[in-house]
């Protein structure tokens, strides 16, 4: 059995950028000055080309679908939103706690300076 030409949507530029450059077979892609090079290194050993990325807007009104595809995309790209909102709320409050404290690292060692920061967490 052959797999056929099949549509992933979504509204994340990062995904539709990462499809963009595996499609361009660019030399060095990912290197080490893109982001998250390492998981995308492990979605290149499994992508195929026949699934198309296409994006769509987030966060849009009904009213604004140009077609019944757009009109599909957006309820499909709202019942995403919806599933990851729901599977957030039932992921335990330390875990929360610990999502939260790693993406608030960036701002806090910019802020502090990495020598105070490192001073910190280490008494």
Known sequence: MSLSTFSIVTDASYVCFVDFA???QWPNFPDHKIKNADIIREIHE???PRVKVIKTKSHRSV???HDWHDLWTLYGNYAADFAASAALKNVPQNVQTL????AAFPQL???LGWRRLSDTLLT
Do not use: G, I, L
């Open 22 to 24: 595996f499609r361009r």
């Open 109 to 111: 060692e910019k802020h």
């Open 63 to 65: 009213d604004d679908a």
């Open 46 to 48: 499994v992508w195929d």
């Open 99 to 102: 999502f939260a404290n790693v």
